[in-house]
């Protein structure tokens, strides 16, 4: 499934202000942006961020790329990592692509300044009833969805035993890893399981998430597993989960290209 935001329902601009950000790992931020009006949306869902095209102070290249779209606004989705009870936020995990334009246009970004986006978009939502144990794949800042589905989770008292395998290279990419222990530690119900695949000094579990999945979760019959990030990845992931006996009808993705 690849998401092609523009032929989804229309969905309305809003003007956002930057209230925080954070750096994450060496190459991903989080952007706290604050909405003057109420702004609904399903943990799971994106917005579209909405970049002037001008980008005072880009190298050449940049500019001269952005300068190419139609409109003078360049538009690149971004997975909300916020939940939806948290009133007129909207937080966003974005890694630092080199000499990509929205990058640029983020890593100019400082608190105060506006930001426009439309939204909310996307059907990549938690599947109704949750009668069943979620289990959350995640690669790199794939895991922004599932930050909010955790945490929607948490906040409507869901007492299923749900999972989070979150995997990067280096154990210094981890992201919101704090964040994750401490909720993993205090509600039972939360297993985290970090996998970096080119470790240096990581004692925790190694190589893919797919590796980590076949290794924790032996009966999927109670399960509905979620997977997000890069296309290559989710299509990896998938294939492996596939060829290990894992019903098509219990994965759900959202892959970017
Ligand atoms: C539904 C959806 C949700 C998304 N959510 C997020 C999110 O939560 N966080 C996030 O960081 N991104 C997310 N993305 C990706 C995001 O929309 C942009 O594609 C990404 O940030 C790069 O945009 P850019 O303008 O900086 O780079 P561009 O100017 O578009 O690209 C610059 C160059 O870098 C290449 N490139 C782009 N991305 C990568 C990469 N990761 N690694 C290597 N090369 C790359 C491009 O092919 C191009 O050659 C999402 C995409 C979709 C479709």
Not at 52 to 61: C, F, K, M, T, V
Not at 180 to 209: C, D, M, Q
Not at 229 to 252: C, F, N, Q, Y
Request: aromatic content about 10%; hydrophobic content about 40%; some cysteine.
């Amino acid at each position: 499934m690849i998401i092609l935001f523009h032929t989804i329902m229309p969905a309305t601009t809003y003007h956002t202000t930057v209230e925080r950000i954070d750096v994450l790992s060496y190459n991903v931020r989080s952007f706290r942006l604050k909405l003057a009006q109420p702004f609904e949306f399903q943990a799971g869902q994106f917005v579209i961020i909405n970049i002037p095209a001008d980008l005072p102070g880009a190298p050449p290249d940049v500019r001269a790329r952005a300068a190419q779209s139609g409109g003078g606004v360049v538009k690149r989705a971004y997975s909300i990592a916020s939940p939806p009870h948290e009133a007129n936020i909207v937080e966003l995990c974005i890694q630092h692509v080199e000499h990509g334009i929205a990058s640029t246009f983020f890593w100019q970004l400082k608190e105060g300044m506006p930001v426009s986006l439309s939204g909310p978009h996307g059907r990549f939502t938690l599947k109704e009833p949750l009668t069943y144990e979620p289990v959350f794949l995640a690669t790199g800042t794939g895991v922004a969805p599932f930050r909010s589905m955790i945490k929607h989770l948490m906040h409507i008292s869901f007492t299923n035993q749900m999972w989070l395998l979150f995997g990067c290279r280096y154990e210094h990419g981890l992201l919101y890893e704090g964040e994750f222990r401490a909720i993993a530690s205090l509600r039972r119900n939360l297993r985290y399981i970090p996998t970096v695949s080119r470790p240096k000094e990581w004692l925790g579990e190694t190589g893919h998430i797919q590796q980590t999945f076949l290794k924790h979760i032996t009966d999927v019959s109670n399960k509905e597993i979620y997977l997000c990030g890069w296309s290559e990845v989710v299509k990896s992931v998938m294939t492996d989960l596939t060829a290990a006996g894992i019903p098509s009808a219990r994965l759900h993705y959202e892959e970017w290209a």
